[in-house]
Nanobody, 120 residues
Framework: HVQLVESGGGSVQAGGSMTLSCIVT?????MAWFRQAPGKEREAVAT??????YYADSVKGRFTISQDNAKNILYLQMNSQKPEDTAMYYC???????????????????RGQGTQVTVS
């Protein structure tokens, strides 16, 4: 199994920026960020696979997913944050390619424990 550890969450004011990191131990092909707010269903935020990136409409133009393959770190740069971005954010990984935004976290073999992001 791939081990994933998220960090970088915290509190920020609306309009602010924050970068989440996910340290990856193991081999992956496709990685993604998901989020879940209290009382809401988990939703896909962004997917990256072989340099191809896909975003949910709600974050397109504000968030950027990227990865540093040399350091085995997945990032989520979040700009112009809104209160509705408040959620627990999870990274996920799998060993098969992705060709679109993957909407279900169950499509990934591994996931991290999450990091909380609060925008007020």
């Amino acid at each position: 199994h791939v081990q994933l550890v998220e960090s970088g969450g915290g509190s920020v004011q609306a309009g602010g920026s924050m970068t989440l990191s996910c340290i990856v131990t193991g081999s992956t092909v496709c990685m993604a960020w998901f989020r879940q707010a209290p009382g809401k269903e988990r939703e896909a935020v962004a997917t990256i696979s072989a340099g191809r990136t896909y975003y949910a409409d709600s974050v397109k133009g504000r968030f950027t997913i990227s990865q540093d393959n040399a350091k085995n770190i997945l990032y989520l740069q979040m700009n112009s944050q809104k209160p509705e971005d408040t959620a627990m954010y999870y990274c996920a990984a799998r060993r098969t390619a992705c060709w679109e935004l993957i909407s279900r976290m169950t499509a990934f073999a591994d996931r991290g424990q999450g990091t909380q992001v609060t925008v007020s």
